[in-house]
Each structure stands twice: as structure tokens, then as C-alpha cells.
């Protein structure tokens, strides 16, 4: 395996993605949270009551970082802090009805974007596409496993 092309098709494939989440793709939403701010909210929508450090770590964001990106969506009423039971020191967040709401519009946005984007594959390309997705996940998935 040439490692030197696998990173470089890794970094191609984060810059698309990214690409899904840019700036331009969320500019008609008029939200008044920033890309890393959505990205802890969409984290959120997919994995609810999930605690603060879980959720720093998964979406990289140091914890100090990732206090202030909490508390600007508390402000913003998109998202609240619950305090567990068994253990009153572990907070999780999950989003409020506003929050999913807010999510909904950015699934939406990104939805409507990656459908352009892929209007340029065929048919065929577009299965391939997916399901070349699919068997990276799975390897993903197999190696973060591995790390843990």
C-alpha cells in the first residue's frame, strides 16, 4: 500500500466534506452560530446525551475551546446542559426543541448542497460512490476500535 496516496486521497475526501459544512452552504440560514459551533450541534443531533468530554474529543476541539463554543449555543438557546444523576460531575449536552429545529435547517442546507455537488456522477458513479463510503466507514470504525 502506497501511504503517500492514501494520505493524499484522505486529505481530498476531508476537504469535500468540509466542503459540505462551509460557509457558503450555511450562508441563507442566517444562524448566528459559526462552523465549529455547528459542528457540536450536528455532533448533538446524532449523538444525543452525549457528555462534554465525549463530544470535545469526538469532534476534536480542545476542552477549553470547547466550553465557550457550549456556552454561545446555550446562549443561543440551541442546546442545555444536563447534569447526570449518578455522577452530579458529568454534564451532557442535548439540544433543545430550537436546537433540533436549527439542526434540521443545517441536514437540509448540507442535503441540498451535496445533491448539487453530486449531480455530476452518473448513476453508477453515485453507487460506487456510496458504497465505496460504506467500506471505508467499516474500516474506520475497525481501526478507531483497535486504538481504544
Do not use: W
Not at 457540536?40 to 452525549?50: A, R, Y
Not at 462534554?52 to 477549553?64: A, D, F, L, R, Y
Not at 436549527?102 to 453530486?118: C, L, M, P, R, S
Amino acid at each position: 500500500m502506497e501511504i503517500k496516496r492514501v494520505i493524499g486521497d484522505l486529505g481530498m475526501m476531508h476537504r469535500f466534506f468540509k466542503s459540505l459544512f462551509n460557509q457558503e452552504t450555511m450562508m441563507h440560514q442566517q444562524l448566528p452560530i459559526n462552523l465549529t459551533q455547528q459542528k457540536v450541534l450536528m455532533f448533538i443531533k446524532h449523538h444525543e446525551m452525549s457528555n462534554m468530554s465525549q463530544i470535545s474529543k469526538m469532534t476534536g476541539i480542545e476542552k477549553g475551546s470547547f466550553t465557550t463554543t457550549a456556552d454561545h449555543l446555550i446562549k443561543y438557546g440551541l442546546v442545555e446542559r444536563v447534569r447526570s444523576e449518578k455522577d452530579r460531575r458529568i454534564i451532557s449536552l442535548t439540544l433543545t426543541k430550537e436546537g433540533n429545529k436549527v439542526a434540521e435547517e443545517i441536514i437540509e442546507a448540507v442535503d441540498t448542497y451535496a445533491k448539487k455537488q453530486f449531480d455530476v456522477l452518473s448513476l453508477e458513479e453515485k453507487e460506487a460512490f456510496i458504497k465505496a463510503l460504506g467500506i471505508i466507514s467499516k474500516c474506520i470504525h475497525k481501526m478507531e476500535r483497535r486504538g481504544e
